[in-house]
């Protein structure tokens, strides 16, 4: 194919909607890896297909519609319960094809295609909250504060894709007949078919993490097939495109599901960056405090932010105030 004609717009868009070849998925991260501006250029044409459809008329009616078609009326029950409930008038997607068990707070988006194929369901977490899903295959989900699931219509019967920003625990369950399950995000795809793994790839971080508990994936990466093995976490640079692996301890990177904060090894840096996230507050480390020093943290209940930080000033030399959502931690 000459670069000349190919229509990078249109591989684009098969590529948010799950339906490009791994072929056309190299020749598409190859143009967007050439240059900033195409990567703009790509985040452009996302942010269009994203909003390409017509605003739902009456979103309260569809959403009765879609109860009926997934006939969860009884879990429905309990989402209504949670503390905060947003059903937005927005562009992005719909047929829900599996059962949704949801705590805290979310956004559901609506995109109507021309038929329920096409059409595709994203859930959306609230920072300092997160919820859980099973879809239609049995795959259980957890989705960690500020991410987002998004998968189609046909999920199970022609795919089990689905796309994430932000971090999620998934618990996939293994087809009969061995249907990979893919999990897409902005830089490389993971392809599994039986595991249980944690992925954390937000948008803003400089490194996306994928930690294998359970069974074995494959990262789809540029055309590249790199495998991992339980107890090793795939690290991403995702400024450099460097791949680092290294073994850990894999359940702390379930910890989170279960309200749990356990790292072995974390900077003071990256935890504030999971605390903000965790508890939706802002922050503020002063920069005479080291940053980048590696330390241990294991904190076993549902503690407060003041709880979490009266706990690390025991063990680092540090010492915290709080504003309304901000927090201002400076040396001793």
Known sequence: MEESKID??????????????????????????????????????????????????????????????????QAMGEMFRSKRIRLRRVVAA???SGLLVLGGAYGIYLHQGKDTAHNLFALETDYGEKSKLTLADGTVVWLNAGSTLRYSGDFNTRNREVLLSGEAYFEVTKQPDGAPFTVKMDRYSILVKGTKFNVSSYPEDR?????????????????????????????????HGVFTKQQVQPSQYKSWTEGRVEYDKITLAELAVRLSRKYDVRIHLDDSLEKEASFHVSLRNEETIGDIFKALSEILPIRYERIGRDVYVRKQ
């Open 8 to 73: 990078y717009h249109q591989l684009a868009r098969k590529y948010f909607e799950g339906s490009i070849a791994p072929s056309e998925e190299e020749i598409l991260f190859q143009f967007v890896n050439a240059s900033s501006g195409n990567e703009d250029s790509f985040r452009k044409w996302e942010m269009e297909w994203m909003f390409s459809a017509k605003l739902m008329p009456e979103v309260s009616r569809e959403w009765s519609r879609l109860q009926n078609r997934i006939r969860i009326r």
């Open 94 to 96: 719909a047929a829900i």
């Open 207 to 239: 490194v996306d993490k994928t930690t294998l508990l359970e069974g074995s994936i494959d990262i789809l990466y540029k055309g590249r097939h790199i495998p991992v093995e339980p107890g090793e976490m795939l690290s991403l640079d995702k400024r």
